[in-house]
């Protein structure tokens, strides 16, 4: 569940939805979600902030940790999700209009940032 002042959403329900420029334009779908998480006073992690959603243009299936960089084990693996997953962007959480069960409206003027960690 994520939680903004006022707004309470269930992870699983963003997850697969189209992802719609404002004038509805289809972009992709949301395959993925970015948090900030932040740690307490002994190193433990405390709170995580939802950053934004990973659109992708041609698959909602997950990137299995394999947009993190660092991964390339083993590699057909890495290689093939990597392809499946090229042109995919992250959008800010604040670049978000409205969000449908049909459908996530982003606002004019969003920004696409790269999706890889």
Known sequence: MV???GVTVILSDLLHLPI???SGRTLGVAADARFEITDDDSGRPAHARLIGLVVSRRHAGSFAGYERTS??????IARYLRWRHRGSFLVLWEDIAEISPQAVR???????HPAQL
């Open 106 to 112: 982003l606002r004019s003027g969003y920004g696409r």
């Open 20 to 22: 719609r420029d404002d």
């Open 3 to 5: 939680e903004s002042p």
């Open 71 to 76: 991964v390339t084990a083993p590699w057909p």
